[in-house]
């Protein structure tokens, strides 16, 4: 079988074919496997966005199959019970975990490495191993990739997953993240109405509906998903301190969004 993604050796990383020291002198966070395999990912000719209906990585190559990574900084239990629930999105799933530059007797990758491959090939998983060394280039290697499976097909569940990545706009979180809130396409559309009104002080939902490009701005703001807003009249809007709040939090994905706008269609949050 052909490989679904071509596994190479060596990857530069924004045009660099050596890592951060940084990496290297701190723990190791899920968020930095992120780059390289979206840089992997890109060099294939796939299009790749995070944190998208509990996916940590999702990538999109023309009318095929979505292909779904996990990432984790170590090989465990809940990496794999990950995997198994994202197949119901995707045929294409594929586990991704750091692995020492030095291997310890100790480290699982070193004592049940052909256990490993062998339980994700029985499970129709895909696996990759992203290693870090300093002044090296990144080196990630697949090692399987998914088998035929033929699970139950949630057809709801891709449907979504595929939505909420046509309506996002840009890539605005960090995959493996879970630290700040996840930006959906209703939180990029709740932003943009926020937005609007803060800059009014007071806004009328027809002026924001017309002026954000959001169709679904009233009913956002009669919801009031967030506790953003506070209606000080029939029709009309003002922003609350958690609202105001909000602004700060997300200034970057406000100013990504005036610069990409984007008719809204808020259906999930």
Not at 18 to 36: A, C, G, M, Q, V
Not at 105 to 118: G, V
Request: proline content about 6%; glycine content about 6%; charged content about 30%.
């Amino acid at each position: 079988m052909q490989s679904k993604i071509l596994p190479i050796r060596k990857l530069l990383i924004y045009g660099q074919d050596t890592i951060s020291n940084n990496i290297l002198e701190k723990p190791l966070l899920e968020t930095d496997l992120y780059p390289p395999i979206k840089a992997y990912l890109e060099q294939q000719g796939y299009e790749v966005k995070s944190e998208i209906k509990d996916c940590d990585v999702i990538a999109v190559r023309g009318d095929e199959q979505p292909v779904i990574v996990e990432l984790k900084t170590g090989f465990n239990l809940t990496l794999l019970f990950q995997g198994i629930d994202r197949q119901s999105m995707s045929e294409d799933v594929y586990l991704a975990f750091a692995i020492p530059t030095k291997l310890k007797r100790t480290n699982p990758w070193f004592r049940y490495k052909s256990d490993i491959i062998k339980l994700c090939r029985r499970l129709g998983l895909g696996l990759i191993t992203v290693r870090f060394a300093e002044k090296n280039p990144v080196d990630i290697q697949i090692h399987q990739d998914p088998g035929p499976y033929i699970p139950r097909k949630n057809t709801r569940r891709q449907g979504l997953l595929l939505k909420e990545f046509e309506r996002r706009v840009g890539d605005p979180n960090q995959g493996g993240s879970n630290k700040r809130p996840i930006i959906t396409a209703y939180r990029q559309d709740a932003l943009r109405c926020a937005a609007y009104i803060n800059e009014h002080s007071k806004a009328k939902v027809s002026d924001i509906r017309k002026n954000t490009g959001v169709d679904k701005s009233s009913a956002i703001l009669q919801r009031d998903y967030y506790g953003w807003y506070q209606r000080v009249d029939r029709g009309i809007y003002e922003l609350t301190p958690k609202g105001k709040e909000a602004l700060e939090t997300f200034a970057d994905v406000v100013t990504s969004l005036k610069v990409s706008p984007q008719e809204g269609d808020c259906t999930t949050n």
